[in-house]
């Protein structure tokens, strides 16, 4: 299976595609205005008590306090409380060699107990803001790299279920515990399996100095400032998708080009050189087809490759996902038969759609009525079979007597929305717009303009796809013409986000040049 990732850069951010065999299976945008990722550690402060709810209130800068339960302050959250104090004070020091820990507070106690209002706290976001909720927190920090997690307070070694072999458990954790720093706990990640301990060490050494690093941060911080911030999207998707071998990783920026062979050089030397920069004149999800299946893959309804379509509605509460035959009706031999492929299709959409939109909470499938029991439980099988390579946790219940089988699947960032139905952007909705006929007329006095007037050197031309046809199409097309009036090759470049009669007008420096139209 061959695996690519594409980053396009954007000014509201970046968007990642991650494609197998050139089909899209993973999509995520990165919003720069989003401060609250998942493992960043803030400096909050304890807003609010609701003893009612047994958790508490904090504000780490969002425009919603955050939520913080009792379940999730962890066992050590005294002694977290007690370093935070002294690095505050300038006094302790980032090592825990000669920390003394505080006692575990109860595991069925009260947060009154451990905090109260106007405390300073550290405290890492485990859910970002949903809706109109705010980020859900935790206390139990923790600090995620390649192949292993750093927990400080803790002296223990977890290690993943995944790793089945006794052997290999038992190695990897008897090579922790040789460098294992004082005052900290691991956990050994699945992709620790056949490291060598050179690798593990690295990797443990770049997580103590991350950790460090935020005790220096911690020292001048103000409330709400950010401790330790987890890498951004793209990175954070290498490090714990790389073991599944990309056979290329391509972005459309410089800045992003060197960001990322960096990272790559850091923590996979060997795998530096799949890192490329794209230099096509088109932009990098169009050249490739990505925006394309990026709109047939987010709308309500939602076409599968053998026939039949998903509609998919969204909720507060859950998601509900409803399996249609279409066009697949009358292919097999029986109504039976027709619902059990179509059924079987669906379990393989319904899996990529989990996570090309990120769904989470409780999901509803409402499958095709089937009779036999024994299909049921082949659907039931081939929906667990399906969701075997998504990252997120998730539980999947075996289809009810109605042909509804639920699933409920960890949710920690908004679902991804992509706006598949766009307002006009010339009438702005009010259906009315100037007469089409006349953009080429505007086109071409606006070239003219440019070209005569304005002594543009070079420029090049974006348009709709209908208007590309028309203008690079034929032996004689309009291109040529304007070769021959003006002496300078105008490229024309495609971008199906622009209206039927928008255009746009590019400069030798890449720069949209401002047009009165």
Same mark, same amino acid.
């Given at each position: /299976?061959v695996?690519?990732?594409?980053?396009n850069?954007?000014?509201?951010g970046?968007?990642?595609?991650?494609?197998?065999?050139?089909?899209?299976?993973?999509?995520?945008? %990165?919003?720069?205005?989003?401060?609250? &990722?998942?493992?960043?550690?803030?400096?909050?402060?304890?807003?609010?008590?609701?003893?009612?709810?047994?958790?508490?209130?904090?504000?780490?800068?969002?425009? @919603?306090?955050?939520?913080?339960?009792?379940?999730? *302050?962890?066992?050590?959250?005294?002694?977290?409380?007690?370093?935070?104090?002294?690095a505050?004070?300038?006094?302790?020091?980032?090592?825990?060699?000669?920390? @003394?820990?505080?006692?575990?507070?109860?595991? #069925?106690?009260?947060?009154?107990?451990?905090?109260?209002?106007?405390?300073?706290?550290?405290?890492?976001?485990?859910?970002?803001?949903?809706?109109t909720?705010g980020?859900? *927190?935790?206390?139990?920090?923790?600090?995620?790299?390649?192949?292993?997690?750093?927990?400080?307070?803790?002296?223990?070694?977890?290690?993943?279920?995944?790793?089945a072999?006794?052997?290999?458990? !038992?190695?990897?954790?008897?090579?922790?515990?040789?460098?294992?720093?004082?005052?900290?706990?691991?956990?050994?990640?699945?992709?620790?399996?056949?490291?060598?301990v050179?690798?593990?060490?690295?990797?443990?050494?770049?997580?103590?100095? @991350?950790?460090?690093?935020?005790? %220096?941060?911690?020292?001048?911080?103000?409330?709400?400032?950010?401790?330790?911030?987890?890498?951004?999207?793209?990175?954070?998707?290498?490090?714990? /998708?790389?073991?599944?071998?990309?056979?290329?990783?391509?972005?459309?920026? $410089?800045?992003?080009?060197?960001?990322?062979?960096?990272? /790559?050089?850091k923590?996979?030397?060997?795998?530096?050189?799949?890192?490329?920069?794209?230099?096509? $004149?088109?932009?990098?999800?169009?050249?490739?087809?990505? %925006?394309?299946?990026?709109?047939?893959?987010?709308?309500?309804?939602?076409?599968?490759?053998?026939?039949?379509?998903l509609?998919?509605?969204?909720?507060?509460?859950?998601?509900?996902?409803?399996?249609?035959?279409?066009?697949?009706?009358?292919?097999?031999?029986?109504?039976?038969?027709?619902?059990?492929?179509?059924?079987?299709?669906a379990?393989?959409?319904?899996? +990529?759609?989990?996570?090309? +939109?990120?769904?989470?909470?409780?999901?509803? =499938?409402?499958?095709?009525?089937m009779?036999?029991? %024994?299909h049921?439980?082949?659907?039931?099988s081939?929906?667990?079979?399906? /969701?075997?390579?998504?990252?997120?946790?998730?539980?999947? #219940?075996?289809?009810?007597?109605?042909? =509804?089988? !639920?699933?409920?699947?960890?949710?920690?960032?908004?679902?991804?929305?992509?706006?598949?139905?766009?307002?006009?952007? &010339?009438?702005?909705?009010?259906?009315?717009?100037?007469?089409?006929?006349?953009?080429?007329?505007?086109?071409?006095? &606006?070239?003219?303009?440019?070209?005569?007037? !304005?002594?543009?050197?070079?420029?090049?031309?974006?348009?709709?796809?209908?208007?590309?046809?028309?203008?690079?199409?034929?032996?004689?097309?309009?291109?040529?013409?304007?070769?021959?009036?003006?002496?300078?090759?105008?490229?024309? *470049?495609?971008?199906?986000?622009?209206?039927?009669?928008?255009?746009?007008?590019i400069?030798?420096?890449?720069?949209?040049?401002?047009?009165?139209?």
């Amino acid at each position: /299976m061959v695996s690519e990732l594409y980053i396009n850069s954007t000014p509201k951010g970046e968007r990642i595609a991650l494609l197998q065999d050139k089909r899209l299976v993973e999509f995520h945008q %990165e919003n720069k205005g989003n401060n609250f &990722t998942v493992g960043d550690i803030y400096l909050g402060t304890v807003k609010k008590i609701a003893p009612g709810l047994n958790a508490a209130f904090i504000e780490v800068g969002y425009e @919603k306090d955050a939520f913080l339960h009792y379940l999730d *302050l962890g066992p050590q959250i005294r002694s977290l409380n007690k370093y935070s104090k002294l690095a505050q004070q300038g006094q302790g020091a980032s090592k825990l060699t000669n920390f @003394k820990t505080e006692p575990d507070i109860e595991k #069925l106690g009260k947060i009154t107990q451990v905090l109260t209002k106007g405390q300073q706290v550290l405290v890492q976001v485990v859910k970002e803001p949903i809706s109109t909720k705010g980020p859900r *927190l935790s206390c139990e920090i923790s600090i995620a790299g390649r192949y292993i997690v750093l927990v400080p307070f803790s002296n223990t070694i977890s290690i993943s279920k995944k790793i089945a072999e006794k052997e290999e458990r !038992q190695r990897l954790v008897r090579l922790m515990t040789s460098i294992k720093p004082e005052g900290f706990g691991i956990i050994i990640r699945t992709v620790a399996q056949g490291r060598e301990v050179a690798e593990l060490d690295k990797d443990l050494k770049d997580l103590v100095k @991350k950790w460090e690093v935020g005790y %220096e941060t911690l020292k001048t911080a103000k409330p709400n400032d950010k401790i330790i911030g987890e890498m951004g999207r793209a990175n954070s998707i290498l490090r714990d /998708m790389l073991n599944e071998s990309f056979d290329s990783i391509t972005v459309d920026t $410089k800045e992003t080009y060197e960001e990322i062979r960096t990272f /790559m050089k850091k923590i996979a030397p060997d795998k530096e050189k799949i890192v490329k920069l794209h230099n096509g $004149k088109e932009k990098l999800f169009e050249a490739l087809g990505i %925006e394309k299946q990026i709109r047939t893959a987010f709308g309500r309804t939602v076409s599968m490759m053998n026939g039949g379509y998903l509609i998919i509605e969204h909720t507060e509460a859950l998601h509900v996902i409803d399996v249609n035959s279409g066009n697949k009706s009358n292919a097999e031999g029986s109504q039976e038969e027709t619902a059990l492929k179509v059924n079987l299709d669906a379990c393989k959409e319904v899996a +990529r759609q989990l996570k090309l +939109r990120d769904l989470g909470g409780i999901i509803v =499938i409402d499958f095709i009525d089937m009779k036999d029991n %024994e299909h049921k439980n082949l659907i039931y099988s081939a929906m667990k079979e399906e /969701m075997i390579g998504d990252r997120a946790k998730y539980t999947i #219940l075996p289809l009810s007597k109605f042909g =509804i089988l !639920q699933i409920t699947r960890q949710r920690v960032r908004p679902v991804v929305d992509v706006k598949t139905l766009e307002t006009c952007p &010339t009438c702005n909705g009010t259906g009315n717009i100037a007469a089409s006929i006349n953009i080429t007329d505007q086109i071409e006095n &606006t070239l003219d303009f440019l070209l005569t007037k !304005q002594n543009e050197k070079k420029v090049s031309l974006t348009v709709h796809p209908f208007l590309h046809a028309f203008y690079t199409k034929g032996i004689l097309s309009k291109r040529i013409n304007w070769f021959f009036k003006y002496r300078k090759w105008v490229d024309v *470049l495609k971008d199906t986000t622009l209206g039927v009669v928008e255009f746009k007008f590019i400069d030798s420096l890449g720069e949209e040049i401002e047009i009165n139209k």
